[in-house]
């Protein structure tokens, strides 16, 4: 990635839920462990895609990004063109009004749309909100409607979608329409949470289809969250493989679904009934159960599911590192 512009620089970034002891006090007895020491770069005009079971924490590593969570410690810095100070801004020390400046640069897409979608606001007028918080309305209503129909038409939306309300719509209409709401605002970094989660196959496919041509007509970034592996393989640019809060590979799509180096990808892209390797009859599927998200006393996540796991992995944790050129793995013994 060495001839692509940085954008996000995200370091040792983790995310604790306090887990309090229910009595009158409520007294804080420990934490949930969220994310957990999250490394990587995303750079712009990339799809960079982030896999893992329910749960994994996935969902929450995008709201840490975008400071929707506050982290319990980490960084993350933003390199957008638009900064005016040229140098990064570290997200993580801004209050959350200095924030707001930065909101319409970088917008999430909700897992589930309709309950993201006010049940009594038009379509048009929550597109029109959005603009509204953002100062960039105009003065005359009638370029405004004309820039809102002309963004629902880019998201395959016709014009008396605008007079609706979410409860008139389908599944993958609510999806367009929320991925409207977010294009409206012209942000350079969209995070997708599940976009295709809620679809039948046929409608996945177009949704992915509109995020691809949505990138390449308005040079978007994205970083994408699934829970099949086997939807990151043409859509992406990277792969990072998330595993109980931490991720355990991160790779170039075409290289993690060749050759997966953590076993838990291997399980991941074993599982698929598509997958190369099931056909060739290496059908081994994940065992055992996963652990807690409370902390660990020591050891790899991974280890009570590992047929490969060994002493060391119960004892230490594996460091995440370059196991290949731009290929990242946490693991003690990884593959090939």
Not at 16 to 30: A, D, H, I, N
Request: proline share 6%; aromatic share 8%.
């Amino acid at each position: 990635m060495e001839d692509k512009r940085l954008l996000f620089r995200i370091r040792n970034l983790k995310k604790y839920f306090p887990l309090k002891k229910r009595s009158f006090l409520q007294r804080e007895v420990g934490s949930v462990r969220a994310i957990d020491n999250i490394n990587f770069d995303i750079y712009e005009g990339e799809t960079l895609s982030i896999v893992g079971e329910s749960g994994c924490g996935k969902s929450t590593l995008g709201r840490t990004i975008l400071q929707l969570y506050k982290p319990t410690e980490g960084t993350v810095e933003y390199f957008g063109s638009r900064l005016s100070s040229g140098g990064p801004v570290g997200l993580q020390s801004l209050h959350v009004t200095q924030m707001r400046k930065y909101r319409k640069d970088m917008q999430l897409i909700f897992q589930d749309p309709y309950s993201a979608l006010n049940p009594y606001m038009t379509v048009g007028q929550m597109i029109a909100e959005g603009l509204q918080a953002q100062s960039m309305l105009e003065r005359e209503p009638k370029k405004n409607r004309e820039y809102i129909f002309s963004i629902m038409e880019q998201c395959g939306l016709p014009p008396e979608v605008a007079h609706g309300y979410p409860h008139q719509f389908s599944a993958q209409q609510r999806r367009r329409i929320s991925i409207a709401r977010s294009l409206a605002l012209r942000p350079v970094f969209i995070i997708a949470d599940e976009p295709v989660s809620d679809l039948d196959a046929p409608f996945r496919s177009r949704i992915l289809n509109l995020l691809l041509e949505l990138k390449r007509d308005h040079g978007l970034t994205y970083m994408l969250t699934f829970s099949d592996l086997s939807l990151t393989k043409y859509i992406s640019d990277r792969v990072g493989v998330m595993f109980e809060g931490t991720i355990v590979e991160l790779a170039e799509s075409t290289a993690l679904h060749a050759l997966p180096i953590h076993p838990y990808t291997e399980a991941l892209l074993l599982a698929t009934p598509s997958s190369e390797r099931r056909r060739k009859g290496r059908t081994r599927i994940l065992e055992g159960n996963t652990t807690s998200s409370l902390p660990l006393p020591s050891g790899c996540a991974f280890y009570s599911r590992c047929k490969y796991a060994t002493q060391i992995c119960r004892e230490k944790a594996p460091m995440f590192k370059e196991h290949r050129p731009n290929h990242y793995v946490a693991c003690h013994h990884p593959l090939g």
